[in-house]
């Protein structure tokens, strides 16, 4: 009996483990899979997991954290859209010869040539319609376009498209400083063109839809960082994990193209009816990352209006950098960034 009943104990145990592990291995493969990035430079020290001083190229104040995203210049009022990469390799006059390479497979949609034309210098932007949200990824300050690419090409993971440089519409970049300022990010509005000539700008917009006023980058490091470590494998994940800084309640009837081209961002979908409003969530660098689409018997308002249902005041205050939120008369309104923001996205 004695015997019998241990046999049983074990087969219990073993039957137990068995479920356990075949429990794990089904929540392994429910996770989505790690998404197949390279480096867009030949700089292998992130991959390896060194410090930011291995690859991060400072500004003229020689602070390594002046190279990455966020409020990181003038004492944290200026923002940084993207980060700034060093150097590996120059020639016999010091310029830098590095390789740039397309992080993803996607579609070249912009090349610029002509470094007076932006202040981004020689550009290029890809984006990346195999991901989801289809985030671009932003190449700038090249001395040259990899030979004979053209927007409309399509790019695999790891093509070289560029040789790095330090080109710039009117702040020079001195040789000891070149570097590839990278951005990753996504698009405000296929309606750019109108939205430009409305703001009375006294340069014309060379750049299409693809201007660096209608892209909005997120911390590229932050995305790798986590992405290395399968913290957030790939894009939708890392939009999931956002931390909203604001929430606004849109009163429109239209569903911007930006919900379209991003559908991942959707909390839920459009409902057949149309809408009435949009409650929208923004991150700490007024990035819409979340929208949930209002009915028109949910929202009541005058078409335009913005109003602040949330606010996190920990987090803007901390990004002073951006003016998401002002107070009027003891309420809080959208500040000149968030409206920025929406007027691009709904066309106002
Ligand atoms: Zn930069």
Redesign the pocket.
């Known amino acids: 009996m004695a015997f019998y009943y241990k046999l049983y104990i074990i087969h219990y145990r073993l039957a137990v483990a068995v479920a356990l592990a075949l429990l794990f291995a089904g929540a392994a493969r429910a996770q989505p899979a790690k998404l197949d990035m390279a480096w867009p430079t030949p700089n292998t020290a992130f991959m390896q997991g060194r410090g930011i001083e291995a690859y991060i190229q400072p500004t003229a104040s020689g602070v390594t954290t002046s ?1 990455l995203y966020g409020g990181t210049r003038n004492g944290g009022r200026r923002f ?5 990469l060093m150097p590996t390799l120059r020639d016999t006059r010091d310029e830098p010869l590095d390789a740039i390479f397309a992080v993803l497979p996607g579609v070249v949609r912009h090349i610029n040539l002509v470094p007076g034309n932006s202040n981004y210098g020689r550009y290029i932007v890809i984006e990346h319609p195999g991901v989801s949200p289809a985030v671009y990824s932003l190449y ?2 090249l001395s040259a376009a990899q030979p004979g690419l053209r927007a409309g090409d399509t790019v695999a993971r790891g093509q070289r498209i560029a040789t790095m440089g330090r080109s710039s519409d009117v702040i020079a970049i001195p040789k000891s400083r070149a ?1 590839l ?1 990278f951005e990753l990010g996504v698009r405000l509005t296929d309606n750019f063109q109108p939205w430009y000539d409305a703001q009375n700008f006294s340069g014309k917009n060379k750049h299409g839809v693809w201007n660096g006023m209608n892209l909005m980058g997120f911390d590229p490091l932050d995305f790798f960082s986590k992405w290395r470590t399968g913290a957030a494998p790939d894009f939708r994940a890392y939009f999931a994990r956002m931390k909203p800084a604001v929430r606004v309640r849109y009163v429109t009837r239209t569903v911007p193209d930006f919900t379209r081209r991003y559908p991942a961002l959707l909390t839920k979908p459009v409902p057949p009816g149309g809408v009435g409003g949009w409650e929208i969530q923004f991150n700490e660098t007024g990035i819409p990352f979340a929208w949930t689409p209002l009915g028109a018997t949910e929202i009541v308002g005058i078409a335009g209006e913005a109003r602040i249902v949330w606010k996190d005041d920990a987090i803007l205050k901390a990004w002073r950098c951006k003016s998401l939120v002002l107070n009027q008369r003891g309420a809080p309104v959208p500040g000149r960034d968030l409206r920025t923001v929406l007027g691009l996205i709904f066309g106002q």
């Open positions: 190279g940084h859209e993207g980060i700034d700038a300050h570097h300022h």
